[in-house]
C-alpha cells in the first residue's frame, strides 16, 4: 500500500505562482512513476505532469513552460511548481502514483487550487 498526501494549495491572482508537495509513505520501493492531475469545475479529470524513477517528465501542452515536475531523491516526494497561473489553472489538484510492476494507481486527497483576482 502506498499513502500520499498533498499540501501547498490555495489562492493565488493570476500571474502568480505555487508550489505543490507529495509526500508518499508505505510501500514507496514498489512507485514507479508519479505525476499530478487535475479536476476543474464541470471538467474530467485530466494528467498536468509526470515523472519517471529516472527523471523523466512529460506535461500537459496546456501548462508547458509554466508549470515544472520534480522529485527528490529519495524519491518520496514530488513536487510541481505553478508559475504564471491563469484563471483556467483552479482545479483540484490530485497526486498520483503507478507501481511498477503491477502499474497500480494510487491517489492522494487533492488539495484545491484557485486562480482568482
Known amino acids: 500500500q502506498v499513502q500520499l498526501v498533498e499540501s501547498g494549495g490555495g489562492l493565488v491572482q493570476p500571474g502568480g505562482s505555487l508550489r505543490l508537495s507529495c509526500a508518499a509513505s508505505?510501500?514507496?520501493?514498489?512507485?514507479?512513476?508519479m505525476g499530478w492531475y487535475r479536476q476543474g469545475p464541470g471538467k474530467q479529470r485530466e494528467q498536468v505532469a509526470t515523472?519517471?524513477?529516472?527523471?523523466?517528465?512529460d506535461y500537459a501542452n496546456s501548462v508547458k513552460g509554466r508549470f515544472t515536475i520534480s522529485r527528490d531523491n529519495g524519491q518520496n516526494t514530488v513536487y510541481l511548481q505553478m508559475n504564471s497561473l491563469k484563471p483556467e489553472d483552479t482545479a483540484v489538484y490530485y497526486c498520483?502514483?503507478?507501481?511498477?510492476?503491477?502499474?497500480?494507481?494510487?491517489w492522494g486527497q487533492g488539495t484545491q487550487v484557485a486562480v482568482s483576482s
Open positions: 498520483n502514483a503507478r507501481t511498477r510492476i503491477t502499474g497500480r494507481d494510487y
Open positions: 508505505g510501500n514507496i520501493f514498489s512507485i514507479g512513476s
Open positions: 515523472i519517471t524513477r529516472g527523471g523523466i517528465t
